[in-house]
């Protein structure tokens, strides 16, 4: 179920508020955040928006009553002549010369379809030159038609895929098969081997392998680009329509009202040839579904099978990408999967952010209603008998617009809506996000060594068969691969797609999904976790909560707590409900009570969680309740408990800082002061005191105060006095001192170091600086080459450089008062194996015209032989390097060969074998 926002009465609101305690938090709507969040037309739906929308066409559901006056053209090829005639006087004038069914009807499925009045539906064609919305508004006047929208630009995949050059094996441990780049796919298994990257962000799939591969007879739908039905890792896995396959060209072998839709159908150009659209990106997204596994060629795929005949589900192109602005049909492709088998609809597409479309299309809504509803059923909608499961199960990409926005049709309620996380559970940057969003999976993140989703290509688009890709597109596949093997281990005779959706959205790691990415609530329920499928509902609710603790009652605020329960047979709960009234709170009232939802994963068994309370009223007692949710809907009951908030005083000042509060000529100082009546009443303010210099103004319950140095060198002090109706009156005085400004400069060099591998020296920055008493300092440092020398600064300044491995970089120093410009300083930096060796580095080899020798600076004098090969000696000569610490050698004029170096100091003796080309 998608979340939805309360709207909280004065009875008392949930606060957001930075506390430092562990807590979940109401989400706010956002600036983007439209207002139908399920994306459902109103009852008597006004006129779309046409802003994105195709020029000349329109989608027309006449009414009820009309449709025996429009049979014949069900087949689509009647004349406009049999038209009733306002309807055909309405068509004629916005220039429409055919009229075709949007939904052609399967006779396999005539009686269902009609039922769910798919037959009402039209696709009219019309001069391109006409306005959309006067066309839509002409056909509404015609009394035969019921409803017109446009037809929506789909988005076209705009992530571009970086192909791998080929099918390479890595130092992994051996995976569960035996394709080579399984491995490399860090979304099923991370380890932590790529940079940033954590070791468990994944989707588990490793461990639920074991349980389940995918079964044959689960087929899901790729409504996408066309799958490359030739690709060597997919064609096994492909759903293949047999009596067309074996049939004869040009004839509807299997009788569904189409011809030669072997392998699934093309809703660009209506016919059965399927073919990759130009970025690959439906045969990426079929790869992450079910490529072959165990088959010893390039990736794995979710529900790929594990090699064995009979293992893998089934993949059914329904395309609606091929070229560039080729859209075809998604609402056909829906229907034509729920025909012909498919239990899972696959979606990585959506609308521009651009059209700023707010309201579902009806079309598109009857689509997807019909696949939920009879995916894997009769005319009648009983399960078939070949069917795995019992209705379907629609997912949809969040989008890539990096906005928190009501994105459609993934926002739509019936639909599983897929947000991106990154390689290290973080949101991926360019994820959408709200309230809406019922669970996130690995999309990857180009940004990350390796952070994209690794998949199959279409060879004949990028020239190779594997590669990388981005975005929620490749995020939405995990969630329908697992969806899958969800399906293929306990589809049966009764199982259906609430079944399967509940255990899709209840197999959630442990992570935190809140706390990790910082949306709180606008990332779904958690991470997808494939392993956690399989896991048994016993029947058992979580723990009950012991006791509701309610500290820091104020006027107007408190803190509500309790201790995170155990789930015996689940771990923990994946959500508490809290519940909060002026009246008792029982099981029959409690969906009247303003609550909140607060995410339980991340807290350990144990643990307590803080949930701050504010605006409530003063001198009144609160009921509030909680109660534990498990992954079945399952709750522990409500535990109880209430508080009274205090009764009023005086005005409360609170100052917005602890900080002391200096300005120079240089400098300006803000700061605020926050006033409240615990009683609710007016306040008065009055700012007194030292005033030069002083601005300020009341913005809300805020003294905004703005600082300048016009006031003498030296101390000072501003009195803010709050006095409300009754005459309470507070005061608080706010120190203040006005200084001379110095910036900060380097008054000494850091020097440059010699660092051991695993080694860190540390570098006193603070003390080569100078500075105004009194100023913060900020430290930043960095090394031009991590991969040699890691470089991190605290807060006092001392500067920590760890040795990663041999060779040598500069690190940066800045420091920065927030007033003047950066300072910055370079130290030179050589990381050694051993800071005690003789010698340091000895390069390059094989040498061409020289040799450098690095050495150990403390070392004076050294000599330096070279023997060639026979012991022959070619080169004898003592050096002196003391403050210079490198011997340069010139060996253009030796013979091409080995030789042997030798170089002894008071110190000992350092010898190596190179090569002279």
């Known amino acids: 179920m998608k979340r939805s926002i309360l709207t909280l009465s004065l009875l008392s609101v949930f606060a957001v508020s930075s506390c430092q305690k562990d807590f979940d938090e109401v989400t706010p709507r956002g600036d983007d955040q439209h207002a139908e969040v399920n994306g459902v037309t109103p009852a008597a739906p006004s006129l779309l928006s046409t802003e994105g929308a195709e020029a000349g066409v329109l989608y027309m559901r006449i009414q009820k009553s009309a449709k025996p006056s429009l049979r014949a053209f069900d087949s689509g090829a009647a004349s406009m002549q049999a038209l009733p005639s306002q309807l055909a006087r309405s068509l004629q004038s916005i220039g429409s010369e055919t009229m075709e069914p949007l939904f052609p009807i399967d006779p396999r499925f005539e009686k269902r379809m009609r039922r769910e009045g798919l037959d009402l539906w039209y696709i009219v064609r019309f001069d391109k030159k006409q306005d959309l919305r006067s066309a839509m508004q002409t056909l509404l006047a015609t009394p035969e038609v019921e409803y017109t929208e446009p037809v929506y630009q789909l988005a076209l995949p705009e992530t571009k895929p970086v192909a791998v050059s080929d099918a390479r094996r890595t130092d992994e441990p051996a995976a569960p098969f035996n394709d080579p780049l399984l491995p490399d796919q860090w979304h099923y298994n991370n380890t932590g081997k790529f940079a940033r990257s954590i070791a468990g962000a994944d989707i588990g799939l490793f461990e639920a392998w074991k349980t389940e591969t995918g079964k044959r007879n689960v087929i899901v739908a790729i409504t996408d680009g066309g799958i490359d039905t030739k690709h060597p890792d997919l064609k096994d896995n492909l759903y293949t329509n047999e009596k067309e396959l074996n049939g004869q060209e040009g004839v509807d072998d299997d009788g569904n009202g189409l011809i030669d839709d072997v392998y699934g159908f093309n809703f660009i150009h209506s016919n059965g040839k399927i073919y990759p659209d130009d970025v690959s990106h439906g045969t990426h997204v079929a790869g992450t579904v079910a490529a072959r596994n165990n088959n010893g060629i390039g990736v794995g795929g979710i529900a790929g099978g594990d090699g064995t005949p009979g293992s893998g589900i089934r993949l059914m192109s329904a395309q609606i990408f091929g070229g560039k602005n080729e859209n075809g049909n998604s609402t056909r492709a829906l229907i034509y999967s729920a025909n012909n088998g498919a239990v899972i609809s696959q979606n990585s597409w959506g609308y521009r952010y651009e059209a700023q479309i707010t309201t579902l299309p009806q079309?598109?809504?009857?689509?997807?209603?019909?696949?939920?509803?009879?995916?894997?059923?009769?005319?009648?909608?009983?399960?078939?008998?070949?069917?795995?499961?019992?209705?379907?199960?629609?997912?949809?990409?969040?989008?890539?617009?990096?906005?928190?926005?009501?994105?459609?049709?993934?926002?739509?309620?019936?639909?599983?809506a897929v947000a991106s996380m990154a390689p290290d559970w973080k949101s991926a940057w360019y994820s959408n996000r709200g309230l809406w969003v019922d669970i996130t999976a690995p999309g990857g993140d180009q940004y990350y060594a390796q952070g994209e989703v690794l998949s199959t290509l279409s060879k004949s688009i990028t020239g190779q068969e594997y590669g990388y890709m981005q975005g929620t597109s490749m995020a939405c596949p995990h969630v329908s691969g697992v969806a899958a093997l969800i399906v293929s281990h306990f589809g049966k005779k009764g199982f259906t797609n609430t079944e399967c959706k509940q255990r899709l959205l209840g197999a959630l790691k442990p992570q935190?999904?809140?706390?990790?990415?910082?949306?709180?609530?606008?990332?779904?329920?958690?991470?997808?976790?494939?392993?956690?499928?399989?896991?048994?509902?016993?029947?058992?609710?979580?723990?009950?909560?012991?006791?509701?603790?309610?500290?820091?009652?104020?006027?107007?605020?408190?803190?509500?707590?309790?201790?995170?329960?155990?789930d015996e047979d689940d771990g923990t709960p994946v959500e508490y409900r809290v519940y909060l009234s002026e009246q008792s709170i029982t099981d029959a009232n409690k969906a009247d009570a303003l609550y909140t939802t607060l995410n339980a994963r991340g807290y350990s068994v144990g643990s307590k969680i803080f949930l701050p309370l504010a605006a409530l009223k003063e001198n009144t007692t609160y009921h509030v309740a909680v109660e534990a949710i498990d992954r079945w809907d399952q709750s522990s009951g409500l535990t109880k408990g209430d508080f009274k908030t205090k009764k009023n005083n005086p005005p409360v000042l609170t100052l917005s800082t602890k900080d002391k509060i200096r300005v120079s000529s240089l400098s300006k100082q803000t700061f605020s002061v926050t006033f409240s009546d615990p009683d609710n009443?007016?306040?008065s303010i009055v700012v007194g005191g030292e005033t030069r210099g002083v601005s300020h103004q009341i913005s809300g319950d805020k003294i905004l105060f703005t600082l300048r140095a016009v006031a003498p060198v030296g101390h000072h002090e501003i009195k803010v006095t709050a006095i409300d109706v009754l005459g309470a009156k507070t005061e608080l005085s706010i120190p203040f001192e006005v200084y001379t400004y110095k910036a900060p400069s380097f008054i000494a060099s850091l020097g440059s170091h010699i660092v051991g591998v695993e080694m860190t020296t540390l570098v006193d920055v603070a003390s080569a600086l100078e500075k105004s008493e009194g100023v913060t300092l900020t430290y930043k440092a960095s090394s031009a080459d991590r991969s040699v020398a890691i470089a991190s600064v605290s807060s006092e300044g001392v500067l920590s450089i760890l040795g990663n491995k041999p060779g040598t970089t500069q690190v940066q120093v800045e420091v920065s008062d927030g007033i003047s410009t950066p300072v910055q300083t370079s130290v030179p930096v050589r990381?050694?194996?051993?800071?005690?060796?003789?010698?340091?580095?000895?390069?390059?080899?094989?040498?061409?015209?020289?040799?450098?020798?690095?050495?150990?600076?403390?070392?004076?004098?050294?000599?330096?032989?070279?023997?060639?090969?026979?012991?022959?000696?070619?080169?004898?000569?003592?050096?002196?390097?003391?403050?210079?610490?490198?011997?340069?050698?010139?060996?253009?004029?030796?013979?091409?060969?080995?030789?042997?170096?030798?170089?002894?100091?008071?110190?000992?003796?350092?010898?190596?074998?190179?090569?002279?080309?």
């Open 363 to 416: 079309s598109l809504k009857a689509a997807i209603d019909y696949f939920i509803k009879y995916a894997g059923c009769d005319n009648d909608g009983n399960q078939l008998p070949n069917s795995p499961m019992k209705g379907g199960v629609v997912i949809f990409a969040a989008g890539n617009d990096g906005r928190e926005y009501n994105s459609l049709p993934a926002a739509y309620e019936p639909v599983v």
């Open 831 to 917: 990381v050694v194996t051993k800071p005690s060796d003789l010698v340091y580095s000895v390069y390059p080899i094989p040498a061409t015209t020289e040799l450098n020798i690095v050495l150990n600076p403390e070392i004076a004098s050294a000599n330096v032989q070279i023997r060639s090969l026979t012991g022959a000696k070619v080169y004898d000569r003592d050096h002196t390097v003391k403050g210079v610490g490198r011997i340069k050698l010139q060996v253009k004029n030796l013979a091409p060969g080995t030789y042997s170096l030798s170089i002894k100091s008071p110190r000992g003796t350092y010898t190596k074998a190179f090569v002279k080309n």
């Open 512 to 566: 935190n999904i809140d706390a990790l990415t910082g949306f709180k609530g606008r990332m779904g329920r958690g991470y997808i976790d494939a392993s956690a499928i399989f896991a048994v509902n016993k029947g058992k609710v979580p723990n009950r909560i012991a006791k509701i603790s309610a500290d820091d009652v104020d006027f107007v605020t408190a803190n509500v707590s309790w201790i995170a329960v155990a």
């Open 681 to 683: 009443q007016k306040v």
